[in-house]
Every structure is written in C-alpha cells, then in structure tokens.
C-alpha cells in the first residue's frame, strides 16, 4: 500500500495501492491513479487539495476476468466511491492538518466450482416475476421534496453528531475494528429513538462498513435497508443503494455463483437507488458552479451592504442547488455504471436488463433512458 498526504489548503495525498491481506485471490493486475482534474499540474501527481478527486483503477482494465469482484477501502479523511468494481473515485475529505491516506483493493470472489458454470439464461416470464418480488421489498418512504434549491440538512443533537463524527473516525480500512462500530452503534441507537437520528446511526454504520472493504456485507444491507427505511438526507438515499448492492455483488460472488447467474441481485438494488432519484428533475450533465460575488464594502453608501447580502445569499443558494445537483448526477452515473459494468461481459442479456428495468422503474420513458444510458449514451433530461 501506499501513503499520501493532504491538508487544509494545498495538500499532499497518494499515489498507488495494493491487494489487501487476506483477499480469496491476488490482483493479477497492477493498481495505478490519476487526479480527475484537468490541471495544470500532472494527473499521476501525489499532492491533492481539498474535496479533490483521484480515480483508482487496474490496469490493464480487464485483467481480473469477467469473474472478479473487487473490493476498495480507505484509511484515512477520504471516501471511495463505488465501493466495487475494477475503478473507484477517492474524493478527499476536510481536515484540521495535513496527514496520510491509504487505498488499499481486494479480490473478494469466490473460485465457481467446476459444475457451477451457467450462461444465467432465464425465461422472461420467471424473471418477470421475480423483479416483481424484488422489487416489492424496496423501502417506500416520502423523501424532501426539491423546489429550487439544496435540501436542508437534518438537525441532530450536538452529542450525537460528535459520536456520528466519533464512529467515522474508527475508520481504519480493512484493519477497522468492525464489532467495536457495531457495538457503538446499538448503545447510540438505544440512546436516540427519533426517526431522523436513527436514520443517521444507520447511515454512518452502513458507511463505515462500507468503506472499510465491505467485510461483513451482511451487515450492510441491514444497516442499509434500516436507514432507508427512515429520513435521512437525499444526497444519502443514493449513496445506500450503492452500498447495498455493492454488498450483494460480493456476498453472491461467496456463493459460487457464476456472473451471470449472480448480476441481477445486485442490478435490481442499484435500480431501485436509480427509481428514487428519477424523483427529482436532474439535468442530462452537471451544471457549471456559478460565481459568487463580493462581500461588504467598507465605507460603503447607506444601504449598499443590504443590497450586496442579498445578491451574495442568492448567490450561495444558487451555488449549493448547483453542488447539490452535481453530486445527485454524480451519483446517478455511479448507479448506471455499476449495472453498465456487470452487464459488459459476455453473455450478452438485453432482454434481461430491459425486464429488470421494467420491473424496477415502471415509466416506460426511464426504462429507455436508463438502456440508453447503460450503453455508454448520455441521460437525457
């Protein structure tokens, strides 16, 4: 593994990783990164700021085979995201001093048994059924609606987002202390009963799970299923969803399943994440982050200052629906994209994706969006 630096204004941060110990099988393929941004500065540099993205990936592409489930963690201010897959992004977190992170990648497939091979074919009346059933157990609950502007984030107690800040921090990759995040969790939930503060329990448990390397995946899809079952923020709706079905695409693999026969658990998770984000009109690309302008005015004439503090509010509200907007499209790719990834080996299952679509999403003109969308086009509005 290797360790990177970063901190409050110009930071430092990482330049390589490794298979972890204990993955089923080695990395047959060498784990390289480039920084997302086009600057002026090298892509393959090790020094990133703030909120900076660096995308993690083996090369070459297609060196683990059809049948690898990789998995990715992170020690340190930092989030990896998706979870599973031959590529993630790191997007490095707001800290207090510069410091070091590590990236670390697991193979966490099982090899299929010699008897287990399966081209996954199923007839289209069986699957139908079957997205149905799946699709009847996704959690239904009223979200925040969106009218213009970035939804407000939920108020918690100060105690319990010092302790939510607490379980973060024990984040420690795939050397986290799991039974001891466990263990903080139920005394928080025993302690707090309000819908909205369990919800965040759930969240942070599922995602320090799975930003540890997804070792108990089990776990996941129970923290998962639990918090979006309650109000939690919209940004985070999305962001279970992937750990859920990331979680399913290794717990399938540990059951010597082959790919085809295993993809569809997982893509009708990722689906339903993609059913509640259609709720909100989200534009095809992201939107350009607009300007805001000045602050106060010394010596300034009666009156000016008022009026340069109500532009500058529109301002930031603009700003953040912008950001709000560009992290929900980013999320939606990420939802897209895993399904894209599982459904790029052979064989090839149109059919099945498009049942699996239907079942899920319902709207005939999301279903053909989202096709669309899983073959490399672009969303349309």
Sequence with gaps: MSRALWGMLLAASLASASSLSGAQSPLRGAIKHRAVAELPLPRDRTSFGIGEQVEFFIDPPHAEGPEAVIAWHVNGAATVDPIVGTSTIVTLALTREAGTFVVGAARRDAALQADGQSNGKTENTQLRDWVRKQAAVFPKVERQPVEG???????????????????????????????????????????????????????????VHGQSGLRKPEKVVEYAKKGLELPIELLQVPTLYCYWGDAVQIARSGAREPVPARRKWSAVVYLAGLREMLRYPLPHKAPELPAVGRGLVRNALPGENEVILKQQAKQIAARRFAEFQREMIWKRDILVGQIAAMYQHPPDAPEELRELATGVLRDPRDVERFLRAVKGGRWDP
């Design 149 to 207: 502007a970035a939804p407000a984030a939920i108020e918690l107690p100060k105690e319990l987002r010092a302790e939510l800040v607490r379980m973060d921090g024990m984040r420690k990759g795939f050397d986290t202390k799991l039974d001891e995040v466990d263990e903080l969790g139920r005394t928080l939930l025993e302690k707090y009963t309000d819908p909205k503060e369990r919800g965040q329990i759930y969240y942070w448990l599922a995602h």
